[in-house]
């Protein structure tokens, strides 16, 4: 059973930074892309950044890049996203998934795990 779990959100003034991590376990094998999403109230979930399964490839939403970077430790079957430069658009639900596959997914229906999700506020 694949078991994904977000921590590390919380409230921070605008300008400031977060890291969330991301603990999954059950996958069976190391080929696994992970990505977050977010999703803020009334919204749809949208994408936030993508790492493939050996992170040497990611790739980001416009709004988050240059302030956000997202990595993967696989000997701790962990991801992060560290966020910089945080601003009050960015508050929201943050959500990662994981899939097989060897590239970067960036699209939600590919995903076909995800944790519960990680409450991260700005405040301006």
């Known amino acids: 059973q694949v078991q994904l779990v977000e921590s590390g959100g919380g409230l921070v003034q605008a300008g400031g930074s977060l890291r969330l991590s991301c603990a999954a376990s059950?996958?069976?094998?190391?080929?696994?892309?992970m990505a977050w999403f977010r999703q803020a109230p009334g919204k749809e979930r949208e994408f936030v950044a993508a790492?493939?399964?050996?992170?040497?490839?990611?790739y980001y939403a416009d709004s988050v890049k240059g302030r956000f970077t997202i990595s993967r430790d696989n000997a701790k079957n962990t991801v992060y996203l560290q966020m910089s430069s945080l601003k009050p658009e960015d508050t929201a639900v943050y959500y990662c998934?994981?899939?097989?596959?060897?590239?970067?997914?960036?699209?939600?229906?590919?995903?076909?795990?995800w944790g519960q999700g990680t409450q991260v506020t700005v405040s301006s």
């Open positions: 998934a994981a899939t097989y596959t060897t590239g970067v997914v960036t699209t939600t229906n590919k995903y076909a795990y």
């Open positions: 790492i493939n399964w050996s992170g040497r490839s990611t």
């Open positions: 059950g996958l069976t094998s190391s080929t696994y892309a």
